[in-house]
């Protein structure tokens, strides 16, 4: 079945320094990729998307590439602020094979130090 | 995008007793979905809500335990029934819109006592 693995956190970083956040995905069809942000106390928010092979998705400074080869949609972000501090998602929806469900990794969570 | 209202936004609950969350979209949308999100855990869908039919629910949900409406193509409501420690959750609705995307509702933290 679909499933999306993404690394364990936290993660804590000082200012400006430079995020990676792994994700790795197994579906059955053509799946859309997605990262979603949780900032403390709130739902969830779409950070960015990419629909088929070697898209990028980016916003506020984050960006992921949708690499099929591997089954990564890796997120990185070159710069973070103190503001990035949150929890953030890895998710798929596979309409093929998983219906219009979006399956979510387990979540890292992302200290930034000033 | 669409833009859902989700409310309560917390609540704090007996057990034994019910409480139903409700979710309004601010346009029409064929999809929508509940999702349970326990303490320090990743988001477990529990249900596809489908407008004019009985929801979908996922291997591990009951719909005597957390019974769906969609009366339209704009609204639904979750009910968490006969309540339990064990249900403190946040917990989130979502829509599929049209553009491809999947909008999340704010959420409601629930505690049950």
């Known amino acids: 079945g679909n499933s999306v693995t993404q690394m364990e956190g936290p993660v804590t970083l000082s200012e400006e320094a430079f995020l990676t956040i792994n994700c790795t995905y197994t579906?059955?069809?053509?799946?859309?990729l997605f990262w979603y942000v949780q900032y403390p106390g709130e739902g969830l928010q779409l950070l960015l998307k990419?629909?088929?092979?070697?898209d990028k998705g980016s916003n506020k400074g984050f960006e992921a590439t949708y690499r099929k080869e591997t089954t990564s949609f890796h997120l990185e972000k070159g710069s973070v602020q103190v503001s990035d501090s949150a929890v953030y998602f890895c998710?798929?929806?596979?309409?093929?094979?998983?219906?219009?469900?979006?399956?979510f990794g387990a979540g890292t969570r992302l200290f930034v130090k000033a | 995008s669409a833009v859902i209202s989700q409310k309560p936004s917390r609540d704090i609950c007996q057990r034994g007793t019910s409480l139903t969350i409700q979710c309004q979209v601010d346009?029409?949308?064929?999809?929508m979905f509940w999702y349970r999100q326990q303490p320090g855990q990743s988001l477990t869908l529990i249900a596809t809500?489908?407008?004019?039919?009985?929801?979908?629910?996922e291997s591990g949900f009951v719909i005597d335990k957390f019974p769906i409406s969609r009366p339209n193509l704009t609204f639904s409501t979750l009910t968490v029934s006969n309540m339990s420690p064990e249900d403190s959750s946040i917990y989130l609705c979502?829509?599929?819109?049209?553009?491809?995307?999947?909008?999340f509702g704010s959420g409601t933290r629930l505690t049950v006592v």
């Open positions: 979502s829509a599929k819109w049209q553009g491809g995307g999947y909008t």
């Open positions: 346009s029409q949308v064929t999809m």
């Open positions: 990419a629909t088929k092979a070697d």
């Open positions: 579906a059955t069809g053509y799946p859309s």
């Open positions: 809500a489908n407008q004019g039919s009985e929801a979908t629910y």
């Open positions: 998710a798929l929806s596979d309409p093929v094979g998983g219906g219009f469900k979006t399956i």
